[in-house]
């Protein structure tokens, strides 16, 4: 199942949101990405930066999962440690 993507946009937060690929925490006040997706119910996801860039770029088919067709929690938290860019 494909979730359709309502819109998205780089919000400064009020309160601390988990990031969906890295799931690091981020205290409020952080720059994060939000995209308003619905399945079933509509969902708010929020990507850091990091991830942001990280999944717009050309690593796109490492993070797709490829039975889902999107991005799933924690995908690009792998990456990012085995890159030492996060413990
Ligand atoms: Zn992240």
New binding site residues.
């Given amino acids: 199942m494909k979730m359709d993507v309502l819109g998205s946009k780089y919000v400064r937060t009020r309160k601390k949101h988990q ?6 925490v ?1 205290e409020k006040g952080h720059k994060m990405h939000v995209a308003v997706c619905v399945d079933d119910r509509i969902m708010r996801t ?7 860039i ?1 999944i717009k770029t050309d690593k796109d088919e490492i993070f797709v999962d490829p039975c889902e067709g999107y991005y799933h929690e924690g995908c ?2 792998e990456y ?1 440690i085995d890159k030492g860019i ?1 413990k």
């Fill in positions: 990031c969906m690929g890295c799931l690091r981020f929020y990507l850091c930066r990091t991830c942001d990280l690009t938290r990012l996060i």
